[in-house]
């Protein structure tokens, strides 16, 4: 199963922007699903987007659609979340996730290795 780190976490105004990113080693990147989680305070965690390592096509719930674009750097075996707009409600730890490597997707039950996670904070 890959290792994963995130970094890029911080505290930012309601409306601004942070980008997180996660660095995987252990295992095949370019042909592992990546995705990130996010657990807020009190919550369960809950899936937030993904990309498969095959296909063009990325994943997002509906409250960030819009505002959060997930990419990836195969050279770099690492994966970014790109957060725009921020609200308070986006306050959470966002976590990296892999899938099981060469998987095609299917949702993110796919998804078996979580990074540590960082901390995102947004104030008023």
């Known amino acids: 199963q890959a290792q994963l780190v995130e970094s890029g976490g911080g505290l930012v105004q309601a409306g601004g922007s942070l980008r997180v990113s996660c660095a995987a080693s252990?295992?095949?990147?370019?042909?592992?699903?990546m995705g990130w989680f996010r657990q807020a305070p009190g919550k369960e965690r809950e899936f937030v987007t993904a990309?498969?390592?095959?296909?063009?096509?990325?994943y997002y719930i509906d409250s960030v659609k819009g505002r959060f674009t997930i990419s990836r750097d195969n050279a770099k075996n690492t994966v970014y979340l790109q957060m725009n707009s921020l609200k308070l409600e986006d306050t959470a730890v966002y976590y990296c996730?892999?899938?099981?490597?060469?998987?095609?997707?299917?949702?993110?039950?796919?998804?078996?290795?979580w990074g540590q996670g960082t901390q995102v904070t947004v104030s008023s």
């Open positions: 252990g295992g095949t990147f370019s042909r592992t699903d």
């Open positions: 990309i498969p390592w095959a296909g063009v096509r990325k």
């Open positions: 996730a892999a899938a099981r490597e060469g998987y095609w997707y299917t949702g993110p039950d796919d998804f078996v290795s």
